[in-house]
């Protein structure tokens, strides 16, 4: 509790209240269940309610769209954070909800729209397959990627960190494409249908007062797509988010996030465009100002260590612009 305290007086010196005021936003994907060795960098439930709690004691933790009105008008609190979800993983409202009710916390859930109702995303059609590949090994040479060991868990994990980021920047359909060839080349077993949210699922979040915002369609790197290709993912998934919400949603998250890498100044024109008021990268760093509030910048809580968990955020207000 005094180191606690000492956060909280290290946090209000680091983000002040009014004028001067930082805005530290969080990034999360997933809380899962139990440890996974496989996505041995997302939370559990048990490490993401200590760091609620954590959370909790040293910032004054606001619903994202008030932070941004509060931003604008100079009166954020001090130590002043909003919790996200990018993708719109089902464990999002089955796991990390109640534990955000429990702490009486409000979050901001960024939903690819195309994978709710039994879709997945490339990334997870991989993994899940290697996961349940009954193989020794994995000869992927007809994409230059060679032959991988299957036969121990590290060697999995070692194939999936070598096969995500090779196919990761190739056109959506293709990296789907690929992604399902290399799971069948894996295992023949039907892989988990179940991992993003259903619709009653995205409600359920909504109704429980949490905020929703949109991330494209099928989660597509924009810089790699045409003008209007990027539109139309950047204003369906605003229009089809609204249907079936019956609410306004006008908050956006860049899909992987990196400015000039990842997007562009023309997809932040469109996503002011579209209709979003504000929008969120993963650049790292706090928010100072109300500036640009179409590119606000996220910190990600890797350290799987709690005690680093709050010495990380405040490092984070030392960083106001990467
Ligand atoms: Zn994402």
Redesign the pocket.
Known sequence: MILLKLYRIVGSILSPAGKNAKLSILIY?RVLSEQDPLYSYEVTKESFNVQMSQLKAVFNVLPLAEAIERLKNGTLPARAACITF??GYADNATTALPILQRHGLKATF?I?IGYLNGGRMFNDTVTEAIRCSSASSLDLTFMGLGSFELSSREARVRAINTILPAIKYLPVGEREALAEKIAGLATSQALPDNLMMTTAQLRSLHQAGMEIGG?TVR?PILSGLDTESARQEIIGCKRILEEQLGAPVSLF?Y???KPGRDYLAEHVRIVGESGFSAAVTTRAGCTVDSGDMMQLPRYTPWQSDIKYFIPGLLRNLRRTAE
């Open positions: 994907h990018d993708d960024f690819a991330h989660h998250a899909p992987n996030g």
